[in-house]
């Protein structure tokens, strides 16, 4: 008995020294393009990363506060999301307790003179790391599901920020679009004058007329696109459909200076990428358990029973040596499954690594295409309200001149559409300057 059992040991310790690769963590792999993700940025490359502000920080409308916050309380992607984390918990926790030996009691009773009683234990040795892999990929998953509801709660404060801003331009838009309305109401009173003193034509005061009915039409549109918006929004928040109170465009105020940080931040606080990473991790642990498969799972067992026939209790260790023996043996007869469970678990793990590579570049060109069309958008704000302040001298000289019969209609007609359309351009701008600092936000980590 002493020599099968000294046998079996020095086999395990044989197997362990072969097989020590099973045991590896994970560690991440040098990436070297990784520094070269910001290359086509102007210097806003270093320093502390906007992605770092929370969003109570980034946007200073305390309605806009009111609306996130209900979303985080409401939203049901992000509830899922939670309930995700709970079931990766629960996962790891059994993970952990498959570690810890294992017992069972049973009774059996028939006549008055026959009883009978046993307890047995067992504990699978995790010599070759199966169960550590397995507890390991549970943990990885864990903070991969977390992860997941950083993704979501990320991505609902951004929707919802772009919706609320969105709202406050259709509200600019309308306002304009109603001031415009009121000036070709007086537009058409004027040209009517000049009609009866016989400085103008009817074909002035028609095409007046016409490009008021032109301005009703889109305010008409305006007013359908925002409640359209408020409706979806209070979808997105968890409310039914109501009015979303809001302040305006004119009252917003975003950092005027964006830094993105050191590109290799992105690794720690992009959640997409955490995930990607987490994921290859998983796939990691995998292959190693795959490793494992190859070599004996060794389980102690054994028993104790009690009858009331002789009321000995009885120890049995053969039963021990026996599941020792049939431990070592098992993987000789799959050895063909588990070489390809192998090969799964490493074409597995390929595709991960790539998968992960390919989020960190991902990554890079939205950070990239934010930065730009920021700086793009600040750009044409500032150009739309030089050209607005020339339309608007152009429009007031053109109806003075008309007036003295030195300019004819087309000349105001033309000026005032100009005007109108940038304003709308200008409101329009505006919000792109806004969602840009957004997605720039959203695509460094989103404040986490």
């Known amino acids: 008995m002493n020599r099968i059992i000294t046998r079996i040991f020095i086999a395990i310790a044989f197997l362990s020294m072969t097989g020590c690769g099973i045991y590896r963590q994970y560690e991440r792999e040098e990436m070297q393009f990784v520094d070269s993700l910001y290359r086509r940025m102007s210097p806003q490359a270093e320093g502390y990363s906007t992605g770092n502000i929370s969003w109570e920080v980034m946007f200073t409308d305390p309605l806009l506060h009111e609306w996130i916050q209900t979303g985080l309380d409401y939203n049901t992607d992000l509830h899922v999301a939670r309930l995700k984390v709970q079931e990766a918990e629960a996962t790891l ?46 943990q ?28 406050l331009m259709l509200d600019e838009q309308l306002t304009i679009s109603t001031r415009t309305m009121t000036t070709w109401e007086e537009s058409i009173r004027t040209l009517e004058a000049l009609k009866r003193a016989g400085k103008t034509n009817e074909a ?20 359908k696109e925002i409640l359209a918006i408020e409706n979806s929004l209070c979808a997105l928040v968890g409310v039914v459909p109501m009015t979303i109170t809001r302040s305006t465009l004119a009252d917003q105020e ?32 995998s292959v190693n358990s795959a490793r494992a498969s190859f070599y ?17 209790i009885v120890l049995d260790p053969g039963s021990m040596i026996a599941n020792l023996i049939a431990g070592l ?16 678990a490493q074409a597995q793990y390929e595709q991960a ?19 730009t069309m920021w700086q793009t958008a600040k750009k044409r704000v500032d150009l739309g309200k030089k050209q607005i302040i020339s339309l608007q001298a152009a429009v007031w000289n053109t109806q003075l001149l008309m007036k003295h019969g ?30 840009s600092v957004i997605s720039l936000y959203r695509a460094l980590g989103g404040g986490y």
Do not use: H
């Open 406 to 435: 030195n300019a004819d209609y087309l000349e105001v007609l033309t000026a005032q559409k100009n005007l109108l359309q940038a304003e709308l351009t200008e409101a329009s701008d505006r919000l792109d300057e806004i969602k």
């Open 353 to 371: 690594g790539y998968l992960f590579r390919q989020s960190l570049l991902d990554a890079g060109v939205e950070v990239n295409n934010a930065l």
């Open 296 to 312: 004996p799972n060794v389980t102690l067992s054994g028993a104790l029973g009690w009858t009331t026939g002789n009321g000995n």
């Open 93 to 138: 926790l059994a993970a952990r307790w498959a570690l810890l030996p294992g017992a069972d009691f049973n009774m059996q009773g028939g006549l008055p003179s026959q009883f009978s009683a046993s307890m047995g234990a067992s504990w699978q040795a995790d010599i070759f790391g199966g169960l550590r892999n397995a507890k390991r990929k549970a």
């Open 204 to 223: 002035a005061v028609l095409q007046a007329k016409a490009n008021k009915l032109g301005v009703e039409a889109n305010i008409l549109t305006l007013k």
């Open 329 to 344: 043996s098992q993987p000789v007869f799959g050895r063909g499954v588990n070489k390809a469970r192998l090969q799964a």
């Open 254 to 285: 975003l950092p005027q200076s964006l830094s993105t940080g050191v590109p290799a931040e992105l690794l720690s606080r992009r959640p997409d990428v955490r995930q990607a990473e987490l994921a290859l991790a998983q796939a990691f642990y």
């Open 140 to 167: 990885a998953a864990l903070e991969q599901s977390e992860a997941y509801r950083q993704a979501v709660q990320t991505e609902l404060v951004a929707t919802i920020a772009n919706s609320y801003y969105t709202l």
